[in-house]
């Protein structure tokens, strides 16, 4: 990798760092960290934009405190909620693939980012009832999604289309830059 990738890179993961320290206040609290996600894969591309996320996961993974609440640490990947923030390195995959079998035009990145939301919220389901059952009792599937999903929906595709947005006029500012 070029050294101005890897800079790319990094910038973009502590973007989703600081994504996921800006928080809504709800009853049920929203932080931009699918914003981070959308934005990263959608200015640097599938590759660069999958690498930023895996470096984003692994800050958090050793303890830094990158992840919403400013926390950090195996623990919180491996507890309730850590699967949608795995989710997130298998939907950045799935956005580089659909870019590298169709193109980087606006429809694939809209389409990719929709699959990418449908990812993280599958993985993360999933990761919900498994740890949910072994540490508090079995669950059913409606329970998570009404509480894990349903109300992240709306907010989500509000974000993705933020990103979507920003995204091609940052991705022009950026090669211009590296020109």
């Known amino acids: 990798m070029k050294t101005y990738d890897m800079v790319c890179i990094a910038i973009f993961a502590v973007l989703m760092a600081v994504c996921s ?11 931009l960290q ?16 999958t690498f930023a996320i895996l470096i984003f996961i692994l800050l958090g993974a050793v303890g830094i405190p990158v992840f919403s609440g400013f926390t950090g640490g195996l623990g919180i990947l ?10 997130f ?7 580089w693939g659909m870019e590298k079998l169709i193109g980087r035009k606006t429809w694939v990145l ?23 059952a072994r540490t508090v009792g079995p669950i059913g599937l409606s329970a ?27 991705r022009r500012i950026i090669e211009r830059q590296s020109q």
């Open 21 to 31: 320290w800006i928080a809504i206040p709800t009853a049920v609290p929203f932080t």
């Open 110 to 132: 809209v389409l990719s980012m929709i699959l990418a939301m449908t990812v993280y919220f599958a993985f993360g389901t999933a990761w919900f009832m498994v740890v949910y």
């Open 78 to 87: 491996f507890g309730t909620t850590g699967g949608y923030i795995i989710g």
């Open 144 to 170: 998570v999604l009404g509480w894990c999903v349903v109300p992240f929906i709306i907010p989500d595709l509000l974000k993705m289309a933020l990103a979507l947005m920003l995204s091609g006029r940052l």
């Open 34 to 49: 699918t914003f981070g996600l959308f934005l990263t894969v959608g200015v640097l591309g599938g590759k660069r934009g």
């Open 89 to 95: 390195l298998f939907s950045g995959l799935a956005m």
